[in-house]
């Protein structure tokens, strides 16, 4: 009779911090000179990592910034920070390897559009299933810009580029959407010029077990200015810009005048007064993983409603860490297996003798 060996749980140290409290966002600001062009997105969404990272309890010399190739991937030239400037799509393959072996590590990865869902695509859908405990920031200007200008695979239909001159003809990814159908445990959406409502979502990345996935609107002011104008500029946003946030109803407008109202499984904008009220709003949960793809797909489904484009967290859930999992297997084959002998692992089971 075998008699099986005891499960034991994986423990992963957690980082010991020495003076995080009193390290400021000038911390955090490396010596080399920043070297995108004037009026890009990327500075901002820099200068509000820069702001997080004292506050998220983690040591300097733990926190890891991989990025792939583009404009975004020079992110870790510019932070003060351990840091990779990697292969061009396979960051999240390097931050995968990283993690499972340094999972006390605070690990970033920094993609674009075109690194993280052309070249990177297969890379990113197995980082999201697999579920480390890392945070992506995909920086999504539907355009690719360290080359100059060619369309990406976020360009909308017709994008007039130097590869496309009679416009794009494919269909576009939704980033969200991709990360959902990864089963993403972290999927979330915020621009580049709304400072407090960026550092807030990079808060939440961090603080997420599991893969986070937060997508980032940046205007690429060189190759596509204004792409999303419509979301992020002062006149424009509040009628087309959807700041959702958990338990409470989806409402937009200047005055908070409109809100989303569930029609079924259709949304439909609503105007709150007389024959409609706040009660009738959807109130927004982060756990609905039904409502969450309604939400991340509904402009595209209902294009006729003229829905707002949402921002926030869409959807979060738990579940294990590939890390711990890895561990905890490596653990109980020990136990039941002993220690493991390499050259017997080389030799085989079976050995041919050549005269």
């Known amino acids: 009779m075998k008699i099986k060996a005891p499960i034991r749980k994986a423990t992963i140290p957690k980082p010991e911090i020495e003076n995080n409290g009193g390290l400021s966002s000038k911390d955090f600001v490396s010596g080399q000179e920043v070297r995108w062009c004037p009026g890009c997105g990327d500075y901002s969404i820099l200068k509000q990592m820069q702001t997080i990272l004292p506050q998220i309890g983690v040591d300097k010399k733990d926190i890891v910034f991989i990025s792939g190739i583009g404009c975004s991937s020079r992110f870790p030239y510019y932070l003060d920070t351990f840091g990779m400037h990697s292969i061009h799509g396979r960051a999240t393959a390097i931050a995968s390897g990283l993690k499972a072996t340094r999972p006390e590590l605070s690990i970033w990865v920094v993609s674009g559009d075109g690194d993280g869902l052309s070249i990177g695509g297969n890379h990113m859908a197995h980082l999201l299933r697999r579920n480390f405990n890392v945070n992506v920031l995909l920086f999504n200007n539907e355009i690719y810009g360290l080359t100059k200008g060619q369309y990406s695979p976020t360009s909308k239909v017709s994008t007039v580029t130097k590869s ?19 089963d993403g445990s972290f999927i979330a959406r915020t621009m580049d010029r709304d400072p407090k409502h960026l550092q807030t979502m990079l808060l939440r990345s961090h603080v997420h077990s599991g893969t986070s996935f937060l997508e980032i609107y940046q205007n690429c002011n060189i190759f596509n200015d204004g792409a999303f104008f419509d979301y992020t500029e002062k006149e424009s946003k509040p009628g087309n810009a959807l700041f959702v946030e958990h338990g409470k109803p989806m409402r937009f407008g200047a005055d908070n005048e409109y809100g989303i109202r569930l029609d079924g499984t259709r949304p439909q904008v609503i105007k709150i007064g007389d024959e409609y009220g706040v009660e009738d709003v959807w109130v927004h949960d982060e756990k609905d993983i039904i409502k969450a793809n309604i939400l991340i797909r509904m402009e595209a489904n209902y294009p006729d409603e003229k829905l707002p484009r949402p921002f926030g967290v869409f959807y979060e859930t738990n579940r294990p860490n590939y890390e711990v999992l890895m561990q905890q297997q490596v653990d109980n084959a020990l136990v039941q297996k002993g220690k493991g002998d390499l050259d017997a692992l080389i030799a085989g089971n079976e050995t041919w003798v050549i005269n």
């Open 164 to 182: 496309t001159p009679l416009g794009s003809i494919d269909h576009p990814f939704n980033p969200a959407a991709f990360a959902m159908g990864s």
